[in-house]
């Protein structure tokens, strides 16, 4: 079992052989997809909204995020772990922001980072570099910025919208990321400018020319919403299986046949008599 690495990665662009990651926010999981063969599992600030019920990823704090990251890292021995970089850790300044990365890394024993935007965040990308922080960038649908989005909406329709992108995309490359997630935006867009840089694309909601692809765990076991995006294929019906095992168990409470004789612990019988009769019988 040999442990993945970013150089991994970016061996795996130029061998055409494609990139699985999905996201993990806790122990148990993150063991499961690791003995699994993914490559890459993702501590999402998703967390935030699958695993924590806020609302969106805005609300998710860097406490949050080591917190999770320390799971996935106990239960991981052979993928590439990345933790984001929450939302407001990156954006003040570049200081805050090799901190905050350093401490992913340091604390959380994260393998590399990823955060969102493009030429935007390019000063404290190289700053990371420079620290000897991997880094995964991610552009297009960048959740963070929700408020400015006005919602979940496909990215870069537009000719100038698409330019952005296809900069920004060079910008994080020359800015030395190892890879660059590319969430939400056409096909044909992605195929470009996966054929213009040099790093490996993940692929979320932007088609089957990106090096690789990830999805949010919770949505490919439809483990959080009943509504899922039109990128996501289900793969499992966790919430099915959970109700029918919690009735069952319900049932079974309900009706005594639950705890039965295999699941039940004994005392010695003559020890059970000095418990009752004491000494004298
Ligand atoms: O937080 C997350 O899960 C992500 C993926 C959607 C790429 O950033």
Redesign the pocket.
Known sequence: MKKITTETIRRKKNSDEPITML?AYDYPTAMILDEAGIDIL?V???VGMVVLGYED?TQVTMEDMLHHVKAVTRGSKRSLIVA?LPFLSYHLGVHEAVKNAGRLIQEGKANAV?LEGGIEVVDQTKAMVNAGIPVMG?LGLT?QSINQLGGYYIQGKSEEKAKKLIEDAKALEEAGVFAI?L?CIPTELAELITKNVNVPTIG?GAGANCDGQ?L?THDILNLYSNKSPKFVKEYANIQEIITEATKNYIEDVKSKTFPSSEHVFHIDESVMNLIIYGGNN
């Open positions: 996201t993702l999402g600030d998703s990823t984001d990823k991610h959740p997630v969430e979320i990830v949010v």
